[in-house]
């Protein structure tokens, strides 16, 4: 089959590039340099949406926000001017459910098929081959679409009906926001009380506290080196999502609320470029220390 890529971020960038390994590739993104850039390596460049869409069987996207992935698909020039029935869009945004189902339920309409597949690894997983990437919808269309997305990662999980992928990952995304603040608020406390970076990591990374914020990042502020380049926005984002999700469920949501407010406050105290590296600069101003002498 053919495909198509639209997204080409950071992360869209990240899992395009993979797919170029095995596949021939056309790609589309609001910025033309890059563009441009996947061009000269081998990329076939489209002029809109709709002009991917009829060259494409399988588009994939990876755009921030589902509002992104509708403008993209039903906008101006979008995807739905060039698709025809038996086509199949994967979002790989990390989006809202409600809103991808209801985008599906459209394109159903035209005998379109949409299935969720967002990934959780991050730009380095991506390149590495080593990401989660977790799909919601029909098991027909994951069985058809399968062989194509192993080719970024043999880590492809089928996880129930459109939306769920989305789900799952607003519950992995919102879990790990919790590790990480929870992880810096002890870890100054501990520093406070003498303790060393060195120490605490080797401490809690060979006991029960140990969790992906003390795995990467503990050793990464030893270093002095990024442990993440995923924007702290995104991240509110995400866990937004995820409470409401929760509100809408009756699930409680209470400590992730909380982390919520963290995130937000993060963004007013580092700047809305911030990444979610800087949420430690929010810990230490809070606590009136420094992580690193």
Do not use: W
């Amino acid at each position: 089959m053919e495909l198509g890529y639209v997204g080409l971020g950071a992360m869209g960038g990240a899992l395009a590039r993979r797919l170029m390994l095995s596949h021939k590739l056309r790609v589309l993104d609001l910025r033309p340099e890059v563009v441009a850039e996947f061009a000269d390596n081998g990329a076939i460049p489209a002029q809109d949406g709709a002009s991917l869409a009829r060259e494409s069987d399988i588009i994939l996207l990876c755009l921030p926000r589902s509002a992104d992935v509708r403008d993209a698909i039903f906008g101006p020039g979008g995807l739905a001017e060039g698709l025809e029935p038996g086509k199949i869009i994967i979002d790989q945004t990390t989006g809202n459910p409600d809103e991808t189902r209801a985008m599906a339920a459209e394109l159903a309409e035209k005998g379109i098929t949409m299935i969720d597949g967002p990934v959780s690894g991050g730009p380095a997983g991506a390149d590495a081959g080593t990401i989660a990437i977790m799909v919601g919808g029909a098991i027909e269309t994951f069985n058809k679409v399968k062989p194509y997305l192993e080719s970024i990662s043999p880590n492809v999980m089928h996880c129930g009906d459109i939306g769920n992928g989305h789900v799952v990952k607003l519950v992995n995304n919102t879990i790990a926001a919790c590790n990480r603040m929870a992880m810096l608020e002890a870890v100054a406390m501990g520093r406070k009380y003498g303790l060393t970076l060195e120490t605490m990591s080797d401490v809690i990374n060979k006991s029960s506290g140990r969790s992906g914020a003390t795995e990467r990042g503990l050793p990464a502020m030893i270093e002095g080196v990024q442990s993440s380049n995923f924007a702290m926005a995104l991240m509110l984002k995400d866990v937004t999502l995820a409470t409401q999700l929760g509100t809408n469920c009756g699930a409680p949501m209470m400590m992730h609320n909380i982390v919520r407010g963290m995130l937000q406050n993060g963004l007013y105290h580092c700047g809305q470029d911030a990444n979610m590296d800087e949420t430690a600069e929010l810990i230490e101003a809070m606590a009136d220390m420094k992580f690193r002498e």
